[in-house]
């Protein structure tokens, strides 16, 4: 199983990134692909999750009608549209991959592979 972020960069506040996943190997064990992200001197934080079968969809309140992630089943990606950036949205950004459920969805312990970071960075 691997994974492979990108779409990282330098961003005006107010601006807009897309962020990619694209994922391989990969199996039904692992039906949740979700994005963290981690600011330096800061703990790391849960971003979104998509359920890759049914398309369901759970948001940090941070980030809730801002930013908006979604999935190419036959790309087998998932991407994270992030629009509204502010400079707190500063962080290098994770994707994960498991099968956490309702409970520790937002829990980086549930998760059993994730990619390297992708940077992202809000600044005038």
């Known amino acids: 199983v691997q994974l492979q972020a990108s779409g990282g960069g330098l961003v005006q506040p107010g601006g807009s990134l897309r962020l990619s996943c694209a994922a391989s190997?990969?199996?039904?064990?692992?039906?949740?692909i979700g994005w963290f992200r981690q600011a330096p001197g800061k703990e790391r934080e849960w971003v979104s999750c998509?359920?890759?079968?049914?398309?369901?969809?759970v948001y940090a309140n941070s980030v809730k009608g801002r930013f908006i992630i979604s999935r190419d089943t036959a790309k087998n990606a998932v991407y994270l549209q992030m629009n509204s950036l502010k400079p707190e949205d500063t962080a290098a950004y994770y994707c994960?991959?498991?099968?956490?459920?309702?409970?520790?969805?937002?829990?980086?312990?549930?998760?059993?592979?994730w990619g390297q970071g992708t940077q992202v960075t809000v600044s005038s």
């Open positions: 998509i359920n890759r079968s049914d398309g369901s969809t």
């Open positions: 994960v991959a498991g099968a956490p459920d309702y409970s520790n969805y937002d829990s980086f312990q549930a998760y059993d592979y």
């Open positions: 190997g990969f199996t039904l064990d692992y039906p949740v």
